[in-house]
């Protein structure tokens, strides 16, 4: 059995030519926080009203 999702990736990154291009273009779990999600959204409100 392979690895899993973090070590294809971590094998990918060490045999990459261009980091930079293989992180921008193989990115794993979960998607960046963003305000452009809803529930992202009410996330930044709220933490917003408390800062």
């Known amino acids: ?4 999702e973090l070590r294809d990736f ?3 990154l060490a045999k990459a030519d261009d980091i ?3 992180v921008r273009e ?3 779990g979960r998607p960046a926080v963003t ?3 809803d529930d992202n ?3 930044f409100e709220a933490k917003n009203s408390v800062s």
């Open 20 to 22: 930079r291009d293989y």
């Open 10 to 12: 971590l094998e990918g």
């Open 41 to 43: 959204y009410r996330y």
């Open 26 to 28: 193989k990115s794993i």
């Open 1 to 4: 059995a392979k690895g899993g």
């Open 35 to 37: 305000t452009i999600n």
